[in-house]
């Protein structure tokens, strides 16, 4: 079965740091650009980060540029979503997505083949 696993959510205050982690099972992410997406409540789901097939090109949201990285280690079937300096209006659940056709990745939801089930952030004091 294909899968993707989120995790490392969670409750943190404003300017602390969460490590999320997107895990494959069932088939290489080597294969695969790879996009993190966030939906708070009322809310559309948002692109927030993408990065390449080798890890080389990133791209970032301008609302989270400077303060998160996304990295991948494809030998762990991998991929991560440093997060630092977080603020309340970060807190939504947090998606990891393949995409098989675009080498580059996207912010484009309708882009991608696969999604996990999502994990909480919340940032709050």
């Known amino acids: 079965q294909l899968q993707l696993v989120e995790s490392g959510g969670g409750l943190v205050q404003p300017g602390g740091s969460l490590r999320l982690s997107c895990t494959a099972s069932?088939?290489?992410?080597?294969?695969?650009?790879i996009g993190w997406f966030r939906q708070a409540p009322g809310k559309e789901r948002e692109g927030v980060s993408c990065i390449s097939r080798s890890g080389g090109t990133t791209s970032y949201a301008e609302s989270v540029k400077g303060r998160f990285t996304i990295s991948r280690d494809n030998a762990k079937n991998t991929v991560y979503l440093q997060m630092n300096s977080l603020k309340p209006e970060d807190t939504a659940v947090y998606y990891c997505?393949?995409?098989?056709?675009?080498?580059?990745?996207?912010?484009?939801?309708?882009?991608?083949?696969?999604w996990g089930q999502g994990t909480q952030v919340t940032v709050s004091s």
């Open positions: 997505a393949a995409d098989r056709r675009n080498y580059y990745g996207s912010f484009q939801v309708y882009e991608y083949d696969y």
């Open positions: 069932g088939f290489s992410l080597d294969y695969y650009s």
